[in-house]
């Protein structure tokens, strides 16, 4: 395990008061920091990007995921968004009211929703996704690449794992 004076805070807190119990504190520093992380990454991105643009992150990724995907089902949507479905019905009427995407009923099956972008919600997206990607590199450009490669393989590993248990238990 690293030594003391590489834990963060939160770590040597943790370990000062659960210490003494039989638990996995390495899986622990793994799983903690990947959440912490995750979460000052997103508000980071929050603050310094999308704020401008007054968009919530979620609504960021939704605007983000029709463009790469293209138009979806408000279902498959919100799974690739990794939200409710509840959440994506507002987080869409938000974005709609917004005229950056637009709902419609399924050819087939009219109560399927499809949801697609307009032409102002791929403007936008097109406009702050390169400073977006600028960030990223900004936060990330302390690593080498060679530590980046190996981060995003490490994340993809758990990703598959969670996912796969995921996949079994539904």
């Given at each position: 395990m690293v030594g003391d004076d590489e834990l963060l805070p939160a770590e040597r807190k943790v370990q000062e008061a659960l210490g003494d119990l039989p638990l996995d504190f390495r899986a622990m520093a793994v799983v903690s920091n990947?959440?912490?992380s995750s979460a000052a990454i997103r508000r980071h991105m929050e603050a310094k990007i999308l704020a401008s643009d007054r968009l919530s992150w979620t609504s960021f990724v939704v605007l983000w995921v029709l463009w790469v995907w293209g138009d979806?089902?408000?279902r498959e949507l919100a799974a690739a968004v990794g939200i409710s479905r509840p959440t994506g019905t507002g987080v869409v009427k938000t974005l709609e009211a917004r005229d950056y995407v637009r709902r419609r009923r399924g050819a087939s099956d009219g109560?399927?929703?499809?949801?697609?972008l307009t032409v102002a919600g791929r403007r936008t997206i097109e406009h702050l996704f390169p400073r977006f990607n600028a960030e990223e590199v900004a936060v990330t450009d302390?690593?080498?690449t060679d530590e980046q490669d190996a981060l995003a393989a490490m994340l993809?590993?758990?990703l598959r794992r969670v996912g796969a248990e995921d996949k079994a238990g539904s």
């Open positions: 990947l959440f912490r979806l089902e408000a109560r399927m929703v499809i949801v697609s302390h690593l080498t993809r590993s758990m």
